[in-house]
């Protein structure tokens, strides 16, 4: 089942599932399996495997503490077998909190898992999975790089209010509350015919907050200029609130996947239906000279009606339909693998703010993704394999299909996509892989883009509230090598090295507000040359520990190349041991060390800038304001300590 959010593509894993209960997490480059239910088919695929129930009873408990009062307490109790009933399962709860590591404010989350499983003969089984999370926090602030070089990392919201002071940390905050259920089935009917079917629901929701200064007369609902505010009196300027989002998105579907194979032949045939509906809209609330608000005050309107920047309700569904085939020859040295995924994907938006122009859009998508793989075995030590893929993805946010407004301007803060298309992608790799005492792959690809899609965020004008802008960035090529070697453990000890180096170009100049731009042959925004990463771990059966180093090359913020961010180091260091045995407890202990040195850096960009950071002339003489992009804060040192152990 799909992790990501249908419209915006972020992954919310920790509200799915806790750390604690993950088998496996994969990650495949280039472009998803064709048969996996992925809403954006584009680029490398992350897959999370669930832990099975054991099939003994057991309960594990976890208990971690450290730095920025950071706390979390875990327990799983494994039911063993129910009875005589073939049915194993578990149960899982976990708190953990935080102060925020840079500013003011606090995080803490409640998350509980649960799973039952059966098997069907020895072969097939069913399993029952259900997850729920409730989870608050401060929201950060984004700085521009100018506000990152005066400030650094102190930059964040306030910790004390002042009048007219939309940047006071009890004014932002974010929820994120997510319900999981679902049902996995694997069935082996014999004769190589298997069938996996697995529905699923999940509703995420929350209350999403932040500060705005509001005109009391004079300003804009939508479109549409207000006289005043409904209870104020012309002329009375500026009036501070909360704006609190309440929002909850509903998506269910079913993933079928059939498979029979027959000798040196394995044919899958894939079905996914997915359907989501989301809502999203705000109340403003007038907040008191401490920052303070009360919702038995009511809350802003115009005309009787409650102000807003926006009131959308969504739709999407999408029909996916996949054909795999996969041939064996030469006794398995020989294998070739191609396939077809066809995605049908409707979209609705409505916007009902006043004079909203479009109050309604509906867009049609009909994206074919072919692939074909093929793999040779030299010897069974070293292969070769050719890679031709493609990939789609679909404009992310609702603000791709509808605009967004601000209370100072009938000007629209974020416009739609002017021509709606997919980004679409096709690739080519080759590459060597070696097996032995050391490992090794090298790599060459080649990926040519289309309607390459950016979403620029921006804050709306006097608030802290971001919005999307997406960009339609035209063609793009990416082309590069990828290298990475590991080892067997040698004396408990194995090693890991990996580096890549990519040249990306833009491949036209773009359109914006009635001019061309000469980004053509520019660096993509985000797009690092060099990437590199090394790892060491050891384990003895008693001491165990990893040291992990990464690099990443600068990187462009905006379209023409005139501002990004430095390239910048990380290291973590772990290490623990295995305690005595206590009666049936089996307690171990770690110190995890993250950000070894507390490097200062911008990890990557929240916002793009559409052309510039400067001020720009177009090809026809257009001179457009630059837009300066805003940028995440990587995370400071941390040292956590955990205690962990098993009864059994």
């Known amino acids: ?34 048969t996996a239910p992925t809403y954006n088919a584009d680029g490398a695929q992350m897959t999370l495997n669930l832990r099975h129930p054991s099939k003994k009873f057991g309960v594990y408990v ?19 077998e129910i009875g005589h009933s073939g049915v194993t399962g578990f149960v899982s709860g976990s708190y953990s909190s935080a102060n925020l590591w840079r500013g003011p404010g606090d ?39 100018a506000q990152w070089h005066e400030y650094g990392d102190s930059y964040n919201t306030n910790s004390k209010y002042t009048a007219g002071n939309t940047s006071y940390y009890k004014l932002n905050t974010k929820a994120t509350n997510a319900i999981v259920g679902t049902i996995k089935n694997h069935f082996d009917f014999g004769g190589g015919l298997t069938l996996d079917a697995q529905p699923y629901a999940v509703e995420t929701y929350g209350l999403n907050n932040y ?27 500026n009036v501070t609130a909360i704006s609190i989002h309440p929002w909850v998105q509903t998506s269910s579907g079913l993933n079928l996947i059939g498979a029979w194979k027959k000798g040196n032949k394995t044919v899958k045939f894939s079905y996914w239906y997915s359907y989501v509906v989301h ?100 010897d069974p030590e070293n292969q070769i394999y050719i890679k031709g893929t493609t990939g789609y993805r679909a404009p992310s946010s609702f603000q791709s299909q509808v605009a967004t407004y601000s209370f100072t301007s009938p000007v629209v803060a974020s416009s739609p996509l002017s021509d709606y298309r997919p980004e679409y992608m096709i690739g080519e790799e080759i590459g060597f892989r070696h097996y032995g005492p050391i490992m090794f792959n090298v790599a060459g690809f080649n990926y040519n883009l289309t309607h390459h899609q950016i979403s620029s965020s921006t804050y709306l004008p006097n608030s802290t509230l971001i919005v999307s802008q997406p960009i339609d960035a035209g063609g793009e090529t990416a082309r590069g090598v990828q290298a990475e070697i590991s080892t067997r453990p040698w004396h408990h000890i194995s090693a890991y090295a990996s580096g890549q180096y990519m040249h990306t170009s833009v491949g036209n100049n773009i359109a914006y507000d009635g001019d061309y731009f000469r980004t053509k042959g520019k660096q993509e925004v985000a797009s690092p040359k060099f990437l590199a990463a090394l790892g060491l771990t050891y384990d003895d059966g008693t ?20 501002q990004g961010i430095p390239a910048y180091f990380t290291a973590d260091l772990s290490f623990g041991r295995y305690l005595p045995k206590v009666g049936r407890f089996h307690p171990k202990a770690m110190l995890s060390l993250t950000n070894l040195g507390d490097v200062h850096y911008l990890s990557s960009m929240t916002g793009y800038s559409v052309t510039a950071a400067k001020s720009i002339t177009g090809i026809y003489g257009k001179t457009v304001s630059g837009s300066n992009p805003s940028y995440n804060v990587g995370s400071g040192f941390a040292a956590v300590v955990t205690i962990a152990g098993t009864f059994e």
Request: charged fraction near 20%; charge should be negative.
């Open 1 to 34: 089942m799909p992790l990501a959010d249908p419209f915006t593509y972020s992954a919310y894993t920790s509200a799915m599932v806790d750390n604690e209960n993950l088998a496996s997490v994969s990650v495949s480059q280039g472009s998803s399996d064709l």
């Open 62 to 80: 976890e208990a971690s503490g450290g730095t920025h009062s950071t706390n979390k307490e875990f327990l799983r109790v494994d039911t063993g």
């Open 107 to 145: 995080m803490y989350r409640w998350h509980l898992d649960a799973a039952l499983e059966k098997q069907w003969g020895r072969r097939s089984n069913s399993e029952l999975i259900f997850s729920y999370n409730y989870a608050n926090q401060t929201e950060w602030l984004y700085p521009t790089l």
């Open 211 to 237: 500060g705005v200064s509001i005109p009391t007369s004079t300003g804009y609902f939508g479109s549409e200029k207000y006289a005043t505010l409904d209870g104020y009196s012309p002329g009375g300027g």
């Open 279 to 378: 809502t999203e809209y705000q109340n403003h609330y007038v907040v008191d000279s401490h920052g303070g608000y009360s919702e038995n005050n009511g809350y802003l309107k115009v005309g009787g009606r409650a102000l807003t920047q926006y009131d959308i309700n969504g739709m999407q569904q999408s029909n996916t339909l996949a054909l795999e085939d996969e041939l064996r020859l030469f006794h398995d040295r020989l294998t070739i693998n191609a396939g077809l995924r066809t995605n049908m994907i409707s979209r609705e938006f409505t916007e009902s703010v006043p004079g909203a122009d479009p109050y309604k859009s509906v867009k049609n998508m009909f994206i074919p993704a072919p692939q074909l793989l093929i793999s040779y075995k030299i």
């Open 543 to 562: 001491t165990f520990g990893n040291f992990n180093f990464r690099y990443s090359d600068s990187q462009y913020s905006t379209l023409m190349n005139d």
